[in-house]
């Protein structure tokens, strides 16, 4: 007899992707297909969609537009029109899909998206399930407007760390679950990142890995990598990510990057190398990944830090702030360290401490210990789908 599937629905913004795109595509490559038929809605079309829409069974996209980083150098007036107008026609539209498809339970990444989900599965009569991957300080009317249509519309709050749940307004509290993102830990072929950049094996890889924005705390890397080179001029400083058009239009954050480091006469030593795909796969040419994360305007840390439990699960040793959700993931001194953003001292001391062979062997190994114990895809999936089948 043939199995029922249930019909489930993953709702996001289609632009520039980052955490959440890897996220969902982790999420829809591990999903049990003999249980879910997956349909991937988009409002936009980017990177995100390329990446993600031929790992659903089927995917739709929603608007033209998007609601995220939407045309940030446009009139602010003209833009809320346009979306609002996109807003209205992706909530009809998905109210049609829910009813065509037969959809069950629709799982929403992206504010406001989580509104336009929830309204819509609330006249629908389906289960509505908030992905939450950020933590960010509201401002009134958005407060209100999160808190109450919290209440209303969503049947479940997946919280990715208890640092995010925490940020979440006080009456969503109790509706929300934290499961934390996993990663694949099976031995896959790992590939050789001097090979690829064209770099000798005489030096020493030190890297630091996401988008080119603020948050991240790019400059807390690059006046560390000016520090250690002092010590030891035999390495390499590896910027590994690019920056959208849409944050080098807000910011130029990439312009400022780099004349810091022609100040600091560093151009041959820390390097741009844009994105890596697979980055996963390079990791192990790597000695220490740092991840220097700040707050920074409304955001109030990493939600959690996907990079960094990628890089554990690889055995190489991470540096971390200890601001955002990297306290749940790192236990100072045992399976990474933890530093205070901007403190480049401590990060110099930690990074030598590294570089010890007898160092390293041992928070390598308490680090993949960690992660096959807390952070495997298997362990998110489960959990995932568990909660789904509450709702079937």
Not at 6 to 19: H, L, Y
Not at 268 to 288: A, E, H, Q, V
Not at 289 to 294: A, E, G, L, N, S
Not at 374 to 388: D, G, H
């Amino acid at each position: 007899m043939k199995k029922h599937k249930t019909n489930i629905a993953f709702f996001m913004d289609g632009g520039e992707g980052g955490g959440v795109s890897e996220y969902n595509r982790l999420l829809s490559s591990n999903i049990d297909r003999d249980q879910f038929y997956t349909i991937g809605i988009f409002i936009g079309k980017g990177k995100c969609y390329d990446s993600l829409n031929m790992l659903f069974d089927k995917s739709v996209i929603l608007s033209w537009g998007r609601l995220v980083n939407y045309k940030p150098d446009s009139n602010k007036y003209l833009t809320l029109i346009e979306k609002s107008i996109i807003a209205f026609y992706s909530f009809i539209y998905l109210i049609i899909l829910i009813l065509r498809y037969n959809i069950k339970i629709i799982d929403v990444s992206y504010y406001p998206h989580h509104i336009i989900a929830g309204f819509a599965a609330q006249i629908t009569g389906i289960k509505c399930i908030w992905h939450w991957h950020g933590a960010s300080t509201f401002r009134n009317l958005k407060y209100k407007i999160l808190s109450m249509s919290g209440e209303l519309f969503a049947s479940k709050i997946v919280a990715i760390s208890n640092f995010v749940k925490l940020s979440l307004p006080e009456n969503l509290i109790a509706k929300t679950d934290i499961i934390y993102n996993g990663v694949e830990i099976e031995d896959h072929e790992d590939f050789n990142l001097f090979t690829h950049l064209g770099i000798s094996e005489k030096y020493t890889l030190i890297a630091m890995i996401g988008t080119l924005i603020p948050l991240k705390g790019h400059t807390h890397f690059i006046n560390t990598a000016h520090e250690m080179l002092m010590i030891n001029p035999n390495m390499k400083f590896l910027i590994i990510g690019e920056e959208t058009e849409i944050h080098q239009k807000k910011f130029k954050y990439k312009e400022t990057l780099n004349d810091l480091i022609l100040y600091l006469n560093r151009e041959n030593d820390i390097l741009f190398t844009g994105n890596i795909p697979n980055i996963s796969m390079y990791l192990k040419s790597l000695s220490c990944v740092i991840m220097p994360t700040r707050p920074y305007k409304d955001v109030m840390g990493e939600g959690f830090g996907l990079v960094a439990v990628e890089a554990m699960a690889k055995g190489v040793p991470v540096i971390a702030t200890n601001t955002g959700a990297f306290e749940e993931i790192i236990s100072h001194g045992k399976d990474g360290f933890l530093v205070r953003p901007d403190d480049i001292e401590n990060t110099v001391k930690y990074i030598e401490f590294i570089l010890k062979k007898e160092n390293s062997a041992y928070i390598s190994q308490n680090a993949k210990n960690k992660v096959k114990q807390k952070f495997t895809i298997q362990r998110m999936v489960n959990q995932l789908e568990s909660l789904y089948q509450m709702y079937c």
